[in-house]
Nanobody, 123 residues
């Protein structure tokens, strides 16, 4: 079993940066693909980014490509999401998740989820 706790959210002006962290417990973390998703008020949850267990492969939604960077430190059981050039439309609750099976881009493929951290970008 994996437990996930996100941190690092907050209020930032447009154009600013934030780094989210997701601390994981559980023996399977280092072997799991990890993902970040977000959900804005009134909208469906959407994929943001994912990273392979080794960190050698990363995947991004088109909306964040070139602005966000996902990384991981398996020694610290932590996955990160560096968010630069933030826009008001990035405002959402951000969740990290551990992948089980299926497409990395679909939330249904992840079987463990954190409780989320709020990111608010003001214009």
């Amino acid at each position: 079993q994996v437990q996930l706790v996100e941190s690092g959210g907050g209020l930032v002006q447009a154009g600013g940066s934030l780094r989210l962290s997701c601390a994981a417990s559980g023996r399977t973390f280092s072997r799991s693909v990890m993902g970040w998703f977000r959900q804005a008020p009134g909208k469906e949850r959407e994929f943001v980014a994912a990273i392979s267990w080794s960190g050698g492969s990363t995947y991004y939604a088109d909306s964040v490509k070139g602005r966000f960077t996902i990384s991981r430190d398996n020694a610290k059981n932590t996955v990160y999401l560096q968010m630069n050039s933030l826009k008001p439309e990035d405002t959402a609750v951000y969740y990290c998740a551990a992948h089980s099976r299926g497409s990395y881009y679909h939330g249904g493929a992840y079987n463990y989820w954190g409780t989320g951290t709020q990111v608010t970008v003001s214009s």
